[in-house]
C-alpha cells in the first residue's frame, strides 16, 4: 500500500513538473504573438499620426500662407505694434479704400 502511494506520488510530482512549465510557456507565447500584434498596430497609427501631421503643416504653415496671400494678390505689411493697436498684416494691393479684416488678414 505505502508502495503505491509513493509511487503514485512520485508519478504525479513528476507530471506537474513537466506539465506546468509547458503551460506556462504557451500562455508566454500567446501573450508575446499579442504584444507583436500591438506593436505592429502602434508602428502602423504613429506612422498615419506623422503623415497627417506632414499633411497639416505643410497646409498651415507659413510659407503656404504666404503663397495663398500671393495668389489672392494680398501682399505683406510691414507690423508694427502700438499699445491696444495692432495693424493688418495683409491688404490688397489694387483696393485701399475699404478695409475689411477678418482673423488678421484685410482686404
Known amino acids: 500500500m505505502k508502495r503505491s502511494i509513493f509511487f503514485t506520488s512520485i508519478y504525479l510530482l513528476t507530471f506537474l513538473v513537466i506539465s506546468v512549465p509547458l503551460i506556462l510557456n504557451i500562455k508566454i507565447n500567446e501573450l508575446s504573438n499579442k504584444i507583436n500584434e500591438l506593436n505592429s498596430e502602434i508602428y502602423y497609427l ?3 499620426k506623422n503623415t497627417i501631421d506632414l499633411k497639416h503643416h505643410e497646409s498651415y504653415s507659413i510659407s503656404s500662407l504666404e503663397k495663398l496671400a500671393k495668389n489672392h494678390s494680398y501682399e505683406r505689411l510691414e507690423i508694427s505694434q502700438k499699445i491696444n493697436k495692432l495693424e493688418i498684416p495683409y491688404k490688397l494691393n489694387y483696393e485701399r479704400t ?6 488678421g488678414f484685410g482686404k
Open 46 to 48: 504613429e506612422r498615419s
Open 98 to 103: 475699404e478695409k475689411i479684416a477678418i482673423l
